[in-house]
């Protein structure tokens, strides 16, 4: 799978997504994130468009593009959105049109499909939010919480490492769990015989130990910036190279 874990903008992408399982005020925010990794060819949402949940995707599909599929609600109680988007997606993975998909969904019951698009040597990524099942996650080759798809001001507003112990027990917002020990089992797959890791290879294996894995989790944008956060865990070495460009080493303390 030599395309699985690598950011390419050249990938073909087919980006299906539950409307019952979605946020549609984020759709601007998912696509742009689904871009990283390739260039949306397909885009469809699958529901009931005669409820009045689905209301709110409609001047967004318009905005971005979005087919929508309807699929009416046979049987109450039994969701026949999750089998409409999932006989698609094997049609178009058999048709060969596409190079990866992205499921927006927060639900479990994809998570064979993600398994069978990865069985074929297929890139696949998921998009829900943090209460998405595990093993749903762990199907993907990245997985993205649309939690993390915030403004700019919103991430600048999150506290740094040293005072998040100080936030209220009270708060509501679940409490933002410590990166280091999965940082130090990826920096030991990662790490060469002179101790230090490079960075790109660091974060590789942090996409396969945790498919969920993303820096705006901790409150950084970036990689390297949450390898900052931490002084007292990691140390940093930079090597600048002969066409100006700037190589990060890590190493777990």
């Not at 990865?118 to 919480?145: Q, S």
Request: with cysteine; net charge neutral; aromatic share 8%.
């Amino acid at each position: 799978m030599q395309i699985a874990n690598s950011t390419s903008v050249n990938r073909r992408m087919a980006m299906l997504i539950d409307g019952d399982n979605a946020q549609a005020s984020l759709m601007n925010k998912m696509i742009a994130e689904v871009g990283k990794y390739g260039s949306i060819i397909i885009r469809r949402i699958y529901g009931d468009w005669t409820t009045s949940n689905m209301g709110g995707w409609k001047d967004n599909l318009q905005t971005h593009a979005v087919q929508p599929i309807q699929q009416f609600r046979y049987t109450i109680g039994k969701n026949a959105t999750d089998s409409a988007m999932i006989i698609d997606a094997m049609d178009i993975l058999y048709s060969g049109e596409v190079e990866g998909f992205c499921l927006v969904s927060s639900d479990s019951d994809y998570t064979r499909l993600a398994t069978r698009i990865r069985e074929k040597g297929i890139f696949v990524m998921g998009m829900g939010k943090k209460n998405t099942p595990r093993a749903f996650v762990n199907a993907c080759d990245v997985f993205v919480y649309t939690e993390n798809l915030v403004s700019e001001e919103s991430l600048a507003k999150r506290s740094n490492p040293g005072s998040r112990s100080k936030k209220s027990s009270t708060s509501s917002e679940p409490p933002t769990p410590d990166p280091i020990p999965l940082l130090r089992s990826a920096f030991d797959l990662a790490v060469q015989e002179d101790g230090w890791a490079f960075l790109g290879t660091l974060g590789h294996h942090l996409r396969q130990l945790d498919p969920g894995f993303d820096s705006r989790t901790y409150g950084f944008r970036q990689l390297s910036q949450l390898i900052r956060g931490y002084p007292k865990e990691v140390e940093i070495k930079e090597d600048h190279t002969a066409d100006g460009n700037v190589v990060i080493y890590v190493r777990m303390k």
